[in-house]
């Protein structure tokens, strides 16, 4: 166990520098704040399980062991807090792999038990895809479902939306036709964490399959296979647009962005693919165009691969982390008499994971 | 001006490749995709103000001059393109620039008029700050003006809150005590963009003054004085925390980032910064640790030394860029006959930037 002495008077749990009521530490001890400080006396009362410290300055400080071994800055422990307190560490899988990491939760129990809730959450999080079975056929499912977590996300097409074959749709996930593996709405900065899709009717045609691919695994195989191509989607930006308009706001949309999104230490951030919603303005040198197309070709076919099928039924709720997922489905015929209707709506990981802490804390899972 | 191949087939603007209802391509085109498509005959149709292209498989494509034009692969026109459609620049200004940049909107006008709302959406975008004066002292200002915008982005704690001194408050900015400089909400990845302060009361003591300091220049003196510093506070991550309950919600929000966040072409992303919702968890290697706090007082030191201060009235809202501005405020009194009342609400750039591109479309501003 190791902690910096800075740290450690910074972190002061006294009334002086510690507000238990907004759990957070006071501001004020800024104004002086000597980041040389130093440690005068060290002390360990047994009966109270604590470290208590004397400083330079005469002020005096105490810190549960059980506070101090939650926080140890030993890499041990950081590995643990990221894992098991932060986020937990998602896992990739092929297509191969669907029938072993396809799980599936029941509607009454994610609404009436916290285990099952936070199962879910988990689930999500590490596999980026979950079954929700037996819902009813109404209209409030998921907002039910996202208020047990927290809250829907609103976007510029509302809370829900809902995904019925129209003539003359404006777009074009709302055509029977078939739709390519995408993620919702790569044209915004903060894109929807979470998709959530409820099937209400489903056409009894021989269409109308889901398509769902990891890409965080497709990102995997071509930085194994073609590292060039890998280096060219995410270093590439593209243009991600959509113009419109619903419930009455215009809206043009854009965010530039590459498909493979990693942060400074290579870990994927987000993927973006959709081939309608990608601008017809790519704002990039001429040069680095043709390359660009090629890689896609690549991140494409490898994402057609890998990915799992499977048709919803009446009462399905399919659930996926838009960040990390492509999805889509096969075609379908769609008539009076044969009508496929999907509900949809978001949620964002950061009240996703929000929950899942506060689950998990209840359940113990973790200090 | 200049244009790849693969990317002119890829935007054909015929029927069978584009679907003007949706305004987008269609997907199927990818099954075929050539990447070397080469044009075989090429055409100018003086009639039509188009380009005309017979590709080596037989197809027709055909371009209008000016779509062609707003597309032109040329530096020139990607850096307009950038700057005029996309987003405009930044303008990162010192404290004592403050008399320079300020400027104020009426709030009657940002609700009747498209061409003052785009100025103010536009000035927010540009320097981080303006102010909207004559609101009435009702509850709905907030909601009617991110209306005109697009909506209001939720939070855990809502649509809107009021800050006001609150014995046993639970959050930090809830009390009289000066508050000081700080960014809303970092513990959020999808961190609030705008943030909107309504003042309905203002307390009558000498305090309660607001100080506003532009982080992006702060960042900026920071990169050309204290170099080592910068890199400090743009490659440590911080644990940003938020524990707590609002509306029934159980909550434990965190996000781990930098107090300066850039791009991987070194453009500033936003900031984070809030003594109180710096958890006392930081996961980092010891060593790291002092060397964070020396680098943090810097920064710390020249943003209070940046700061603009003013005392808002009733009726006024300060509006602000959450992802670059800190703000704070002086202490003040508050008793029964002396209460300060702010109403604060939140807006997402991604709604805001649409809105600024939908007004300029409208008045001709760019194509």
């Known amino acids: 166990m190791q902690y910096p002495e800075i740290w450690l008077r910074d972190n002061c749990q006294c009334g002086k520098c510690y507000m238990q009521q907004t759990r957070s530490r006071l501001p004020h001890g800024w104004n002086s704040l000597d980041t040389a400080v130093q440690v005068q006396q060290l002390g360990w009362c047994a009966e109270r399980q604590a470290l208590q410290i004397e400083w330079h300055d005469g002020h005096q400080s105490s810190y549960a062991y059980s506070w101090l071994k939650e926080r140890d800055f030993s890499p041990a422990n950081r590995t643990r807090y990221l894992r098991d307190f932060y986020r937990p560490e998602p896992r990739h899988w092929s297509g191969q792999q669907f029938a072993q990491i396809r799980r599936e939760f029941q509607y009454s129990e994610l609404l009436s038990s916290d285990t099952a809730l936070l199962e879910w959450l988990h689930h999500l999080a590490v596999y980026g895809l979950a079954l929700v079975k037996q819902a009813p056929l109404e209209a409030d499912v998921l907002r039910q479902l996202c208020e047990r977590v927290g809250f829907m996300r609103r976007t510029t097409y509302g809370d829900e939306w809902s995904v019925r074959a129209q003539p003359g749709a404006s777009n074009y996930a709302y055509l029977a036709a078939p739709l390519p593996l995408h993620t919702d709405m790569p044209y915004f900065e903060y894109k929807p964490g979470v998709t959530l899709l409820h099937t209400l009717e489903q056409s009894d045609s021989p269409g109308g399959w889901n398509l769902l691919s ?90 057609g691969d890998e990915a799992c099928t499977f048709k919803t039924t009446p009462g399905d709720v399919l659930t996926f982390d838009n960040l990390r997922m492509v999805h889509g489905r096969t075609g379908y015929d769609d008539t009076d008499r044969n009508v496929r209707h999907i509900v949809g709506a978001f949620l964002d990981w950061d009240i996703a994971y929000s929950r899942w802490r506060v689950l998990r804390h209840a359940h113990g899972c973790c200090k």
């Open 214 to 303: 990891d890409a965080f695994h497709v990102a995997d195989l071509l930085r194994q296979r073609h590292p060039s191509a890998f280096r060219v989607l995410s270093e590439t930006p593209v243009d991600w647009a959509d113009i419109g308009s619903d419930h009455g706001l215009s809206f043009h949309n854009i965010w530039r962005a590459p498909v493979i999104n990693v942060d400074a230490s290579g870990r994927y951030q987000r993927i973006n693919h959709s081939i309608p919603q990608r601008d017809s303005h790519f704002s990039v040198p001429a040069e680095q165009v043709r390359p660009w197309y090629e890689a896609m070709a690549l991140f494409m076919r490898l994402a």
